[in-house]
Structures are given as structure tokens and as C-alpha cells.
């Protein structure tokens, strides 16, 4: 059975997923909300640990940084396709913009017979969200799968909680954290990833690779060695760090 993971430490490198880690999962992307409670919580982490924190989410780095508001911190967007590091440089893994289009083109009569779906364009993916029509599940990620393949330009689905992203493949949580533990601050840290979805898979995976700490939120499988209950949970067991610095 999945444990509760060790008190957390502040030489710990941290990289935290987003929607249903550090906030509730909304119906619509747009519709969540970043509580002034959470962006205190992470500040003060990141000033704790000297500087050993980053956001690795599914969303866009401009919605991130937008959602952060004069908060900054190393920022992973898009999977890992999209990541600011600590010295505020910005590296992109570009996708081909011909086949996006053409998925776009493929989806549109698509969108309009079923408006339960909903599609977001992140720049360099495409997430095809199916939490307003559950029912459309399998059909929505038959769907993605089928258009990624025919596109015949290195993409891949990457699911999560009723969403399918297409996006380049090779690209992830995962290599986003390695990219990040090979520079300072946190190179020479013991990593931690916390998520709660099937994308935070690939970042368990590279932690655990490296004896990190793997932490899933929720109920579900996982390849995470840890478990926490909710997202109040995560703020709690965060909050303990900070412990270590009064």
C-alpha cells in the first residue's frame, strides 16, 4: 500500500504539478482559481529553499504566470514542452505548427455537434477536454489518438483527468525535472514530484529513478511510492517544511 511520505526537508528539490496538486480541479481550464493562501505558501517555500521550487503543469506558461501575478518562480509549461528555469531563460521545444492546424481543422465540425467538448489551443499542444461530456470519453481520445497518428509529425496523446493532449512525443514531466536537476539551484538536491494525474507519471517515474520522493495525490494506480490525500493535504505537508525555517 502506498505510503505517507517522509517529513519534507528544505536541501529538497521540489517540483510541483498544478491542477489537483496545489488547487481543486475546475470544469473548465479557465474556471479555477489561485488562491492569495496558495501563492504565500509557494513563496515562502521558494524563499526557504533557496530557490529549489518549480511548477510543472499541463497548462501554458502565460496561464501560468498570469494565474502567479507578480509571483515568480521556475516555471514548466505544456508538459515540459515550454520551461522557465531559475535564471528567468526560456526553453521551448517547438511542435510542428502545420500538423496543429490541421487537427484544429479536423476537430471544428467536430466541436460544433458536440459542445460538451471543449478544445484549448496551449500554443504548442492541443487539449481536447471532455469534463462537461464524460460520456464522450472514449470517443474523445479515439479521436485524438486517430488525428496525432495521421498527422504522420513525432506526436503523441497524452491523457489525463478527462482531457487528451496532443503533443510532440519524447517531451514530458519527466524530462522537464531532469532538465531542471541539471542545473542550480536544484542540481545535487533530492527531488521531489507531487501530482495527482496520468501526465505526473512521467515525473514519478524519473524521481523514482533517481530515489527521489514520488508523491500521488488522490486515489488511482501509480508508479509514486508516496500518497497524500487531497490537495489540502499537499499544502499541509508543504507547510511543514516550512517548519524547519522558523
Known amino acids: 500500500m502506498p505510503r505517507l511520505p517522509p517529513a519534507p526537508r528544505l536541501d529538497w528539490a ?24 496558495l501563492l504565500d505558501l509557494i513563496a515562502r517555500l521558494h524563499r526557504a529553499s533557496a530557490g529549489a521550487v518549480a511548477l510543472v503543469s499541463g497548462r501554458a506558461l502565460s496561464d501560468l504566470e498570469h494565474r ?23 526553453w521551448i521545444h517547438a511542435a510542428p505548427p502545420e500538423a496543429k492546424c490541421a487537427i484544429k481543422a479536423e476537430l471544428a465540425p467536430v466541436l460544433a455537434r458536440h459542445p460538451g467538448l471543449l478544445l484549448e489551443d496551449k500554443g504548442l499542444t492541443l487539449a481536447l477536454h471532455y469534463r462537461l461530456a464524460p460520456h464522450l470519453a ?15 509529425a513525432g506526436l503523441e496523446v497524452q491523457f489525463g483527468k478527462r482531457v487528451a493532449d496532443v503533443k510532440p512525443s519524447g517531451i514530458d514531466k519527466g524530462t522537464a525535472v531532469a532538465e531542471y536537476l541539471a ?27 533517481l530515489n527521489g520522493i514520488s508523491i ?6 501509480s508508479c509514486a511510492r508516496f500518497r497524500l490525500r487531497d490537495v489540502a493535504a499537499v499544502r499541509r505537508w508543504l507547510e511543514d517544511a516550512l517548519k524547519c525555517a522558523k
Do not use: C
Open 216 to 221: 500521488k495525490v488522490g486515489k488511482g494506480g
Open 183 to 209: 542545473e542550480s539551484p536544484f542540481m545535487g538536491r533530492t527531488p521531489v514530484f507531487i501530482g495527482d494525474d496520468l501526465n505526473d507519471e512521467h515525473g514519478f517515474a524519473e524521481v523514482n529513478r
Open 14 to 37: 521540489y517540483f510541483l504539478d498544478v491542477d489537483g496538486t496545489l488547487i481543486d480541479i475546475a470544469d473548465t481550464p479557465d474556471a479555477v482559481r489561485v488562491d492569495t493562501a
Open 68 to 90: 502567479l501575478g507578480a509571483l515568480r518562480l521556475p516555471l514548466a509549461g505544456q508538459h515540459g514542452l515550454e520551461r522557465r528555469d531559475a535564471a528567468g531563460r526560456l
Open 138 to 152: 472514449s470517443y474523445a481520445q479515439r479521436l485524438m489518438v486517430r488525428l496525432a497518428s495521421a498527422a504522420d
